[in-house]
């Protein structure tokens, strides 16, 4: 089967400027998570797609970080305006949660360098 | 609440060493528990999971086993090599919610 589609998969932009991120999970993958993962540090989620709708965006900092999920399939996050300590890879993930412990698929992510 | 805590690195090993990395959990429930490796710009890849009590997961000569009574998942192999140099992440899981530990970078040295 296909993986996680991620692009791009390098961005570099200027603070105060926006960026948009892709993600094209696995099919039939209802659940999609987007995790940020700064240097060094394990992912952390900013937000969790259950089809089309948000089950979890708790630690999504909601003034300058948007994300949607068109039709429940792709999806695409995005920074405005971004700040330098956006600088990270973003991880966007997909899982088949029918329960009994389906595992998350990753794709290889997308690093933002804010300068 | 659910966490998971897993020993700090770095590791550094030569070839054909024993890799133990620690895993400890806390979780409500009966979670299932998961290795990742993270290879160097990419993304975070399943190594082997373990759905519950007393399973084993094993996968390219890495192995785990879920131990309930000491709420732990520690990974192991018994003769590592270079290509093994990666960041390790233990996960557990509730239902569809995912709980990563800090990872462990392991270095392997010809």
């Known amino acids: 089967e296909a993986g996680v589609a991620q692009s791009p998969r390098y961005k570099i932009i200027e603070k105060r400027q926006s960026v948009a991120f892709w993600c094209n999970p696995i099919?039939?993958?209802?659940?999609l998570y987007w995790y940020q993962q700064i240097l060094g540090q394990g992912p952390k989620l900013l937000i969790q797609?259950?089809?089309?709708?948000?089950?979890?965006d708790s630690q999504l900092p909601k003034d300058r970080f948007s994300a949607e999920r068109l039709k429940g399939v792709d999806s695409t996050l995005k920074i405005q305006p971004a700040k330098l300590e956006d600088s990270a890879v973003y991880l966007c993930?997909?899982?088949?949660?029918?329960?009994?412990?389906?595992?998350?698929?990753f794709g290889n992510g997308t690093r933002l360098t804010v300068t | 609440g659910n966490s998971v805590t897993q020993m700090e690195g770095p590791v550094t090993l030569s070839e054909e060493a024993f890799l133990t990395i620690n895993c400890t959990y806390t979780a409500t429930g009966y979670p299932s528990l998961f290795w990742y490796v993270q290879y160097p710009g990419e993304g975070l890849q399943l190594l082997l999971k373990a759905t519950k009590a007393d399973d084993k997961g094993s996968n390219k000569g890495f192995e785990a086993t879920y131990r309930k009574e000491t709420t732990s998942f520690h990974l192991e192999k018994g003769s590592v090599q270079v290509s093994d140099s990666a960041v390790y992440f233990c996960?557990?899981?509730?239902?569809?919610?995912?709980?990563f530990g800090s990872g462990t970078k392991l270095n392997v040295k010809p």
């Open positions: 993930a997909s899982s088949l949660d029918r329960g009994g412990g389906a595992p998350l698929h």
């Open positions: 797609f259950q089809n089309n709708g948000v089950v979890d």
């Open positions: 099919s039939g993958h209802a659940t």
């Open positions: 996960a557990l899981s509730r239902g569809n919610k995912f709980y």
